[in-house]
């Protein structure tokens, strides 16, 4: 597949109109950014792009297995630069927790459209066992599945939780032994997840540096001193074309939830005992 080189001035990572795709066309910065959660912030604002941004497809990301995102959504790669500041708060993915910023990320996370209909042919395609999948109904060739990237959007929404814990667990809903540990095991997984995914797509590009000015409240630094300049170019996909395409086709939680399905007469089970329960 052929690659579109962009110029030196590569188009930022996330694209200018994503926040016109989550409804908003401008966020108001941060108030509340405490010091202490700077290194918390880097680390996860890295995961952040990486994920926003990576392939969808075996041309784009030899990791891909037959999606049917293949056949539905531009392929193409652009040149991209990420946004590798450490004080870049411009970004709503990089601001304190509010309205707005939780709106934005249920948008990239998918909240409440992380279900989409898959056939048998999309199952064994992706290396998985049809017999055992759970099917909306057994007269029809529907089966709910998850795109990966979707997933992986989300976990990076739980450790972004994680870092403004009381906004978001801080009430008696986490105060029972057994919900402190299916929380515990929900974000050990979705650490986990990213950690292999990360492993599996290795970046291969390079991190150069700069002299920046130096910082005279360090005593060690008082003259220019060398600094990694993250914002590195990539080549990327759409991630907008993608996103619409999943928020297009999911199966509302409202529509048809798992709650409601029972299975079938003699249907195989798999043979794996997985929850966040106890």
Excluded at 29 to 54: A, C, D, E, Q, V
Excluded at 98 to 106: F, G, I, L, P, T
Aim: with cysteine.
């Amino acid at each position: 597949m052929e690659m579109e080189r962009g110029s030196e001035g590569a188009t930022p990572l996330l694209e200018p109109d994503l926040p016109a795709r989550i409804g908003k066309i401008a966020f108001p910065p941060s108030k509340n950014s405490p010091g202490k959660l700077l290194l918390l912030f880097n680390i996860f604002w890295t995961l952040t792009l990486l994920y926003l941004t990576r392939s969808f497809s075996t041309d784009c990301n030899p990791i891909s297995v037959p999606s049917p995102l293949l056949q539905a959504i531009d392929q193409r790669l652009e040149m991209r630069t990420m946004s590798g500041s450490i004080h870049d708060d411009g970004s709503i993915f990089r601001q304190g927790p509010s309205d707005e910023v939780d709106k934005a990320w249920a948008w990239v996370a998918f909240d409440d459209y992380e279900l989409i209909n898959v056939t048998e042919a999309d199952i064994i395609a992706s290396g998985k066992d049809p017999t055992t999948r759970v099917r909306w109904d057994p007269s029809i060739d529907s089966y709910p599945a998850q795109i990966e990237f979707a997933h992986q959007i989300h976990c990076l929404d739980v450790v972004r939780k994680e870092i403004w814990g009381e906004r978001y667990f801080g009430n008696t809903k986490y105060t029972l032994k057994a919900r402190r540990r299916m929380h515990r095991q929900h974000t050990m997984h979705c650490l986990h997840m990213l950690l292999q995914n990360l492993m599996c797509n290795l970046d291969l590009g390079i991190v150069t540096h700069d002299w920046i000015p130096g910082n005279t409240n360090m005593e060690s630094s008082p003259f220019p001193r060398p600094f990694a300049d993250f914002s590195t170019k990539k080549m990327c996909p759409n991630f907008g074309p993608a996103a619409d395409w999943v928020h297009k086709n999911a199966v509302r939680k409202g529509d048809k939830t798992f709650s409601e399905l029972t299975p079938p007469p003699g249907v195989r089970v798999a043979e794996r005992n997985d929850s966040y329960w106890p």
